[in-house]
């Protein structure tokens, strides 16, 4: 009897469907076949799950592989993260992979094993300038930006205390400094276009509330914003519905309604009133400061570097995003189509100093799927002396790069606000995770460099890697890129500096040297 009368229920809840299937005008497919219409748009929903764990080879997924993916958790959870029984790349015909040129002898070399092995900065950042809070970073590798507001408050807290278990800077993001991000880590604060956290009434800049946000907090260096991968050049928005009284407090905004990035700034018009500002800043707080973009037009570039060859004014680190760059939500033509990807836009960015010998004055920072060992190589490779990590970091943490960050419907409590999903993540066991996957990054990198016969990967060269560039050839990457002799590497005092510094007193390595 019961099972009869569950029957009739099924089959009366199967006719209800049909019968609005029927009547509505919405969905063509749904009114031509009730009912069974439904599955195709449930394989759609759950098209991306499939593709990922079952479609798919481990290779081949974007924006990260299967195989990407599983060395991050791995490495994260301190489980096993090597791979057995050789490669599964066609490493004879894959276009751009890189492959890093291991040499069979070499000077005494740091530990590669050791997971506390420091590994700092080659560059003072900061010092060339003379700025009076100029330091060296503990870390080469540290975390992006990433605002709360776009991140969970849990997160965000997981993340910041990872940094500190680290060792490693967290940048803020452009979304203001907010409690989350006082526990423990030091910290890049970011100013963007909206100057969350440090604007007045009018949404203009505030030096007076910048001045009191810095001296509240950790605060180590001070990042401008001018634009990121994921949407370089194009505002955001945070719907009113998301800016609750706890971000609208941390943002300066009014609580409630739309929260509006403009894609400019307002406080500078062209590069040389940037310099002022930059400048103003760096003399207020004492403090570091650089700006992050992504790569379009080259006539910045140019003009920065021309106006810093003066040597009076300047920036003291360059932070480069690659177009390929995704935490932020963005239209689907700014995610694929604006901005270079970082290799080509980095060297592009390095190149145009190095014409003028700037190199050594400057801090490059990368940032762009840079969480990666054999990507962080390269980018070493071409000049960078830090890479920042984004989605990496997510992953450590939980990501399983479900994609549905611009939903609010993060299954794993990362990229949203709402307190069901985010209280699923336990921001103290995730923060461990973060610490031990950034360590283990630095870890082989270190291992990568010794390979190389070199103490730190900021001293692997353009001509230490070569680049597939078609079926069984392959070119520098110096050729590629069209660097000239010495670009990519370091000058003679600051090579000879953080090769000391690792080889024959590891230990000072990890006190912020001045």
Not at 113 to 130: E, M
Not at 154 to 178: D, K, P, V, Y
Request: charged residues 20%; contains cysteine; proline residues 5%.
């Amino acid at each position: 009897m019961r099972a009869r009368s569950i029957g009739a229920a099924a089959a009366t809840a199967l006719a209800l469907v049909a019968a609005r299937d029927l009547i509505q005008k919405k969905h063509a497919l749904l009114r031509n076949f009730p009912v069974v219409g439904h599955a195709r748009y449930l394989l759609e929903t759950i098209g991306p799950e499939l593709r990922q764990y079952i479609v798919t080879s481990n290779e081949e997924e974007r924006p990260f592989s299967r195989d990407q993916r599983a060395w991050i958790y791995a490495s994260a959870k301190e489980e096993n993260n090597y791979f057995g029984f050789g490669t599964e790349t066609d490493v004879e015909h894959v276009q751009g992979h890189a492959y890093v040129k291991q040499r069979t002898f070499a000077a005494t070399l740091p530990d590669a094993h050791d997971p506390q092995a420091p590994l700092p900065s080659a560059k003072v950042l900061g010092g060339p300038r003379g700025r009076a809070k100029a330091f060296r970073p503990a870390s080469v590798v540290n975390v992006s930006a990433m605002s709360f507001g776009s991140l969970s408050g849990a997160a965000i807290t997981a993340l910041n205390q990872g940094a500190a278990l680290a060792g490693t800077m967290h940048n803020t993001g452009e979304g203001g400094l907010s409690p989350y991000h006082r526990n423990g880590g030091d910290l890049v604060l970011q100013i963007g276009t909206g100057y969350f956290g440090c604007r007045d009434e009018d949404g203009g800049f505030n030096l007076g509330k910048l001045k009191d946000v810095v001296a509240g907090a950790p605060v180590k260096a001070i990042e401008i914003k001018l634009s990121q991968g994921a949407k370089p050049g194009l505002g955001g928005m945070l719907p009113g519905a998301k800016v609750t009284e706890e971000i609208a407090g941390i943002r300066g905004i009014p609580p409630g309604k739309d929260c509006a990035s403009p894609s400019r700034h307002t406080a500078f018009s062209d590069v040389d009133s940037m310099l002022d500002f930059v400048e103003l800043l760096a003399t207020e707080t004492g403090l570091p400061v650089g700006v992050k973009s992504a790569v379009g037009d080259m006539a910045f570039w140019q003009e920065l570097a021309t106006l810093m060859a003066r040597g009076d004014r300047g920036v003291d680190f360059v932070t480069i995003d690659g177009g390929e760059g995704g935490t932020g939500a963005a239209p689907r033509i700014f995610a694929d189509s604006v901005a270079l990807p970082f290799r080509m836009g980095f060297s592009r960015v390095y190149g145009t100093f190095a014409e003028l010998g700037l190199t050594d004055a400057v801090t490059f920072i990368g940032s762009g799927k840079l969480g990666l060992p054999e990507n962080a190589t390269v980018a070493f490779a071409l000049g960078a002396d830090m890479v920042n990590v984004a989605r990496e970091a997510m992953m450590s943490i939980g990501c399983i790069q479900s994609q549905k960050c611009h939903t609010d419907r993060c299954p794993t409590g990362i990229a949203t606000q709402n307190p069901w999903l985010a209280r699923g993540l336990d921001p103290a066991s995730k923060a461990t995770r973060a610490a031990v996957y950034l360590r283990t990054l630095r870890r082989e990198l270190i291992k990568v460099s010794s390979a190389v016969g070199v103490a730190h990967p900021a001293l692997i060269t353009a001509n230490d890697i070569e680049i597939m560039n078609g079926d069984y050839e392959a070119r520098t990457l110096a050729g590629v890129y069209d660097y000239k002799d010495g670009w990519g590497e370091l000058g003679p005092h600051l090579a000879d500096e953080i090769t000391a510094l690792i080889t024959t007193d590891p230990a000072s390595a990890q006190k912020p040297a001045v």
